[in-house]
């Protein structure tokens, strides 16, 4: 049977004690320099955002679009959209946390604006009128509203809504 000098198992656990603490650091380094990147391309990737919206609002060519737009910034925001038109322009822009926008719509053209800024706002959009234009652009500002619009006609089509404060909800209907 070999033996070892009771100092080699010493050398070998603070042998590998250095090692774990050397790449322990290394990662460390390499997380912080990961989190600065993140965080100028995520300024970057927002810029750039903002400069294709500008870019696409001053087009004046009148060609059949389907675009949707979604802009998010915190965590678990959520869009859910099924949008049956000829020509679809929605842009939906969500800063703040647990915010969520369900759009169900058959239209002619639809064209919506859905801004959430703070958290557990909640947008509920469901129109069937496929021979109809519909649009709807709503501004969410606090936290924890509710909004709900169900159908369309001529009075509630072109409206604005503009919710302020906390814990605000707002129920439309519209029937023919």
Same mark, same amino acid.
């Given at each position: 049977?070999?033996?070892?000098?009771?100092g080699?198992?010493?050398l070998?656990?603070?042998?590998?004690r250095?090692?774990?603490f050397?790449?322990?650091?290394l990662?460390l380094c390499?997380?912080f320099?990961?989190i600065?990147?993140?965080?100028?391309t995520?300024?970057?990737?927002q810029?750039?955002?903002?400069?294709? $919206?500008?870019a696409s609002?001053?087009?004046?060519?009148?060609?059949?679009?389907?675009?949707?737009f979604?802009?998010?910034?915190g965590?678990?925001?959520q869009?859910y959209?099924?949008?049956?038109?000829?020509?679809?322009?929605?842009?939906?822009?969500?800063?703040?946390?647990?915010?969520?926008?369900?759009?169900?719509?058959s239209?002619?053209?639809?064209?919506?604006?859905?801004?959430q800024?703070?958290?557990?706002?909640?947008?509920?959009?469901?129109v069937?009128?496929p021979?109809?234009?519909?649009? $709807?652009? $709503?501004?969410?500002?606090?936290?924890?509203?509710?909004?709900?619009?169900?159908?369309?006609n001529?009075?509630?089509?072109? $409206?604005?809504?503009?919710?302020?404060?906390d814990?605000?909800?707002?129920i439309?209907?519209?029937?023919?």
């Open positions: 049977m070999y033996f070892r000098h009771p080699y198992f010493y070998k656990i603070h042998l590998m250095s090692i774990g050397s790449i322990f650091l990662l390499f997380n320099q990961l600065a990147q993140d965080n100028l995520h300024n970057r990737i810029n750039q955002v903002v400069v294709n $919206l500008l609002v001053q087009k004046e060519n009148k060609q059949v679009n389907n675009e949707v979604i802009n998010q910034i965590d678990r925001n869009v959209t099924s949008v049956r038109a000829q020509e679809n322009k929605s842009v939906y822009i969500q800063n703040g946390n647990f915010n969520n926008i369900y759009s169900n719509v239209a002619k053209t639809f064209a919506s604006s859905i801004v800024n703070g958290d557990r706002h909640k947008a509920f959009n469901f069937n009128s021979g109809e234009e519909i649009s $709807l652009e $709503l501004n969410q500002q606090g936290n924890n509203h509710h909004f709900e619009q169900f159908g369309s001529s009075i509630g089509n072109n $409206l604005k809504f503009q919710m302020n404060g814990s605000r909800s707002l439309v209907r519209n029937f023919k």
